[in-house]
């Protein structure tokens, strides 16, 4: 059975370094869930009949209280929409933490899953290359990518400190530089500082520990640092403006503020989108006229805003209980636990930087390599030979297993259910294909009776929905007008209406119409969709929520419902 979770571990990360991100659903996420639930189920099986199936480590504790205030948080919380996605997001990343730990039985191991990962992203990194303009990778966005790349960096050098074979010596060499000149075309500000911060960390405690050299070399690291300082003080003004935060510093205001109201239990996992724009400055209001803003562009600051100081104190409990283990094994006599300390070392502390400007643990797939590497921590401490007792406590088992099964039944369910969502999208979309020649037809015909003034209000809105169709908003306007005048219960011709309005930019007048397409039909689904878009256009998330579920809650097929939703939360 370990076995079979290291090698789904193994393709697990080959897939998310190589999956493209699509831009109306993210495969990544429920490929994921897919593979967590299937080796969940599987690890539960494996902990319920064997003794000492997992192995114990000092992040057990921390990790599973943090697990149980996420957990209670999502119970509170009056948005379960929101804050069930962001709790099946922390299962999957702390459940891979537990299986990884169980699974990993020799330093061969660890080897192989660092080259699968360094290679697939080598084959990453010069597709886009060759095909984007944007480097973005699989990731969709650069900043991602670029935290991505701030990850592997110090374990690529990891591996080509280790090999002795000059051929493997020169790939892992190539790989390095290519990971670091795709880090460089990201533009990404915080991904290059924090790759510029993680390599120096590498450079100084390898030669200071003698790790990948002798302390003689830290003499030559000292003058390329000083040579770098001195640079930077004589481009002060440049790289000052290139770090410019601008419209973040703004988000932090409006974070802290967020916290100040709610300070100890926070406003629930996965809410911060939700209660933010109440607590918005007025200065980030017309940089982001819409008010929707879904993180506070720092980890920690999001992190408190929702699960509260609490939350936050087990956060830094667990990175404490890291730094520490990282801190033992770098003092092992064995020269392999040695080198991938400095590796993780470097890793974890380049991406935390990174989320000082950014929230890549927040996503499911950039958070995944996070917590990869802890895993990877917690199997050195074993091999360094920081061990705990085990013990066969079978009533604890039987009651750890129905809880194991269930979180994988909810991963399979949530997986599947996107994938139905998005082969629901596919149909939409074909059926909304227009047939123009039919609709110039339909047009002449309806133009020739408004002429003859034989039109009636069924005449008036077609002309007006086909003028939408061709974006010339003024007549569409004036006929769906027309049309509602003759016949005020024509109800496709207020949302209609209400979609003219809301391309003009008039969100005001397209509410209005909505909302008495609603009063003629309460369960019309597409003007509560609508109205919901309104909500979200103008800042209002937690009304637009509330919409977007009541069309989910009478059609949970409804892809563009759910889309939006996600975008919320993401």
């Known amino acids: 059975m370990k076995k079979i979770i290291y090698w789904g571990i193994g393709l697990l990360i080959i897939l998310e370094v190589l999956v493209p991100n699509i831009d109306w659903i993210n495969y990544k996420v429920f490929l994921a869930y897919t593979i967590v639930g299937l080796l969940l189920f599987i690890g539960a099986i494996g902990y319920l009949i064997k003794e000492n199936f997992y192995k114990k480590t000092s992040l057990d504790l921390p990790l599973i209280l943090y697990f149980s205030l996420i957990f209670i948080s999502y ?14 997001n922390t299962s999957v990343l702390i459940i891979l933490y ?11 191991e660890i080897n192989y899953l660092f080259n699968l990962w360094i290679f697939s992203s080598l084959m990453l990194c010069l597709y886009s290359f060759l095909y984007q303009v944007e480097f973005v990778g699989s990731f969709g966005n650069p900043n991602l990518f670029a935290s991505f790349l701030v990850s592997l960096l110090p374990i690529s050098l990891v591996r080509f400190y280790q090999v002795e074979d000059k051929e493997e010596k020169f790939l892992f060499f190539v790989s390095t530089f290519v990971f670091l000149l795709t880090l460089f075309l990201t533009k990404s500000r915080a991904g290059m500082g924090a790759g510029l911060f993680s390599l120096l960390l590498f450079f100084y405690l ?7 050299g002798n302390k003689n070399n830290l003499k030559r690291f000292f003058q390329i640092l000083i040579m770098a300082i001195i640079g930077g003080l004589i481009f002060f003004r440049q790289i000052l403006s290139f770090f410019a935060l601008k419209d973040r510093i703004y988000i932090w205001q409006g974070a802290l503020r967020l916290i100040k109201e709610n300070w ?16 918005s400055p007025q200065p980030l209001r017309q940089i982001y006229p819409d008010q929707f803003v879904n993180n506070a562009h720092n980890e920690f600051l999001t992190l408190t805003a929702e699960l509260g100081i609490i939350g936050l104190v087990l956060f830094l409990w667990i990175l404490g209980i890291i730094f520490l283990m990282l801190k033992r094994s770098l003092k092992s006599r064995d020269i392999f636990v040695r080198q991938i300390s400095l590796g993780l070392l470097s890793s974890l502390s380049g991406i935390l930087l990174i989320n000082l400007f950014d929230v890549s643990l927040r996503f499911l797939f950039t958070a995944i390599f996070f917590w990869f590497l802890t895993a990877i921590l917690g199997s050195l401490e074993k091999m360094g030979g920081v061990g705990f007792s085990q013990k066969n406590f079978l009533p604890k088992r039987i ?40 609709i110039e037809k339909i047009k002449r015909t309806a133009e020739e009776m408004v002429s003859q003034n034989k039109a009636d209000a069924q ?51 397209a509410l209005d119409c909505y909302r008495k397409a609603i009063g003629i039909s ?29 069309v989910l809650s009478k059609n949970k097929n409804d892809f563009y419902a759910w889309q939006m939703r996600q975008l919320i939360f993401e």
Do not use: C
């Open 75 to 88: 119970i509170l919380s009056p948005f379960k929409s929101a804050s069930g996605y962001s709790f099946l």
């Open 98 to 108: 537990f299986l990884l730990v169980s699974s990993l039985k020799k330093k061969e």
């Open 206 to 212: 390898g030669f200071y520990r003698e790790i990948i």
């Open 264 to 279: 100890l239990f926070g406003w629930g996992v996965g809410n911060f989108p939700i209660y933010f724009p109440k607590f």
């Open 399 to 438: 009651i750890v297993f129905p809880i194991f099964v269930i979180l994988s039944m909810a991963l399979f369910k949530q997986a599947f259910y996107g994938f139905e969502m998005s082969r629901e999208y596919d149909k939409t979309v074909r059926q909304l294909k227009i047939n123009l020649g039919e």
């Open 459 to 509: 005449i008036y809105f077609k002309l007006g929905t086909i003028y939408a169709k061709m974006m010339d908003w003024q007549k569409a306007k004036a006929y769906l007008e027309k049309a509602i005048n003759l016949d005020a219960k024509i109800i496709f011709a207020y949302t209609n209406l209400g979609n003219v309005y809301a391309e003009i930019n008039d969100l005001d007048k």
């Open 522 to 550: 309460p369960d019309y689904l597409n003007a509560h969709y609508n109205l919901g878009f309104i909500y979200f256009k103008k800042g209002e998330i937690e009304k637009a929520l509330q919409e977007f579920d009541f």
